[in-house]
């Protein structure tokens, strides 16, 4: 089970996306507007949320209400992840 800091770390990253088409496209900006400010402290405590968020068998799409599926969201989380890095 998903502790509540990690389930809203990964909120922060989901909840810009919940009306794109294609939440890939928009990983840019997402990492752009989360890690403006003490981007580089932040980097790892997100990238360990995404993490164990991945390895979990909890439904990651049920964490905001949105339409895209599990596998788009799981999809595009790994992206933010790749791309923390």
């Known amino acids: 089970m998903l502790d ?8 922060v990253l989901i909840y810009p996306i ?3 088409a294609n939440p890939i496209d928009n990983v840019d900006w997402v990492l752009a507007m989360t890690f403006r ?3 580089e402290g932040k980097r ?6 995404i993490r164990t968020g ?8 049920a964490l905001i209400p949105q339409d ?10 790994g992206e933010v992840a790749r ?3």
């Open 4 to 11: 509540n800091l990690t389930k809203g770390r990964l909120r």
């Open 18 to 20: 919940q009306f794109n």
């Open 37 to 39: 400010e003490d981007g």
């Open 44 to 49: 790892g405590e997100y990238l360990a949320a």
């Open 54 to 61: 991945l390895e979990s068998s909890e439904s990651l799409a």
């Open 68 to 77: 895209h599926s599990e596998a788009v969201i799981r999809d595009y989380l």
């Open 83 to 85: 791309r923390i890095l």
